[in-house]
Every structure is written in C-alpha cells, then in structure tokens.
C-alpha cells in the first residue's frame, strides 16, 4: 500500500523561528490534506492542497505532485503552533485517506 | 457552528459490554468516517460512509460495526469490547468521498479494562 513519511518526526524550537515539515508519499494522489493536533487533541484542518501552494496567515503549503512531496511552511511560529503536525493523502483510484506518522513540533518561549 | 460533534467525550468500559459512540454534522456534509488514535501513530481508518445510506469497511473494522441514521448522524458501535479498544475514537466528514477537506469532531476517549 501507499507509504507516508513525514519528517522530521520531532522539531524543538525557540518562539519566532521558522519551520518546515515535509510529507513524502510513494504513489501518486489526488488528495493531500494537512493537519494541526493541538495539546487537547483537536484536529484542525489547515490546507486541502492536492497541488499548487496555499497561504493562510503565517502557514503556507506547497505539493509537488509530480515529486510525491508536500511541505508546510510554518513562519514566524508561535507557541499555539505546537502539537503535531499530520499529513494524509489519497491515493488515485482508492477512496481510503491514509495518514503519516505525524511531526511533533514544540515551541518554547 | 457546532461543525462536528461527538459523545461522549470520555467512556470506560468493561471487557465485554457494549456501547455506542454517536456523531453528527451539520454542514450537510455527504460523506462521514470513523478513525481511532493510538498512542505515537496516526489515524486508521474503521468505517466509512460516502453517502447516506451506504457504509464500507476501513482498515480496521474488526470489531465494530456503523449505522448511517440519516445524511447527519453516524453512529459506531462496540458490541463486545476488549482491551485492544482502547484508544481515541475520532469521527470525521467532507462533502464528497475523501476528495474535499475532512473535518472532524474532538474526540471520544475510551478505556477498556
């Protein structure tokens, strides 16, 4: 079946830095949709990005379809930005949204 | 703008009783899925239903069966719970079978001893 790797799998760093989490998948899809995990265990939608690059605020999403990547670009972070960070993507043909693993990402004051 | 909303929020269970896990939507979505959470891996999917009045199995479905109530409301129910369900129990919807963004609810927390 379709493998989804996130990396890294944990990121430590300072308020007002900068990240960015990559999602790697093996098969070519027709849906890719990012995910933010909060330390109470909401799930929040962030892009639906099957292609192309979105924007909202201080997060931007890049796919590359042709390349199986998508990277999530967080800037200037906060440390409401904390929790992890998931990937899931659709393969063509199947109707099953499989998910990575997760990146852990913590933001200290 | 309740969105998605699950009950109950946490459960504990015997081995061996039953229970159901109840979600509904109200952003006339089509399609609605059940996922669980196990501690430091992602969401696997149980049960899904892409329109009312249809439900197919997921990855996970052993266990567990689905009801499709009306194009609101998705129930999961456990008819004899173990141990191994332990977990976090999310349900989820989208306007079309997976190609539109997922939207889920907070979470049921079950323990089963």
């Known amino acids: 079946g379709i493998q989804v790797e996130q990396s890294p799998p944990d990121l430590i760093l300072q308020e007002g830095a900068n990240s960015t989490l990559r999602c790697n998948f093996s098969?070519?899809?027709?849906?890719l949709q990012w995910f933010h995990q909060n330390p109470w265990g909401q799930l929040i939608n962030l892009f639906y990005?099957?292609?192309g690059t979105k924007q909202n605020g201080r997060l931007s999403a890049t796919t590359v379809a042709t390349e199986r990547y998508s990277l999530l670009y967080i800037s200037s972070s906060q440390t409401t930005d904390s929790g992890v960070y998931f990937c899931?993507?659709?393969?063509?043909?199947?109707?099953?949204?499989?998910f990575g693993q997760g990146t852990r990402l913590t933001i200290n004051p | 703008n309740a969105g998605v909303t699950q009950t109950p929020k946490f459960q504990v269970l015997k081995t061996g009783q039953s229970m159901t896990l109840q979600c509904a939507q109200d952003m006339n979505h089509n399609s609605m899925y059940w996922y669980r959470q196990d501690p430091g891996m992602g969401l696997r999917l149980i049960y899904y239903?892409?329109?009312?009045?249809?439900?197919d199995k997921g990855e996970v479905p052993n266990g567990y069966n689905v009801s499709r109530l009306n194009k609101r409301e998705f129930s999961l129910r456990l008819e004899s719970a173990a141990p191994s369900q332990t977990s976090v129990y999310f349900c989820?919807?989208?306007?079309?079978?997976?190609?539109?963004?997922?939207?889920f609810g907070n979470g049921t927390r079950l323990t089963v001893t």
């Open positions: 239903s892409a329109s009312e009045g249809t439900t």
């Open positions: 098969d070519s899809v027709n849906n």
């Open positions: 990005i099957p292609s």
């Open positions: 989820a919807s989208g306007t079309s079978s997976y190609n539109s963004p997922l939207h």
């Open positions: 899931a993507v659709v393969i063509q043909g199947a109707q099953k949204l499989v």
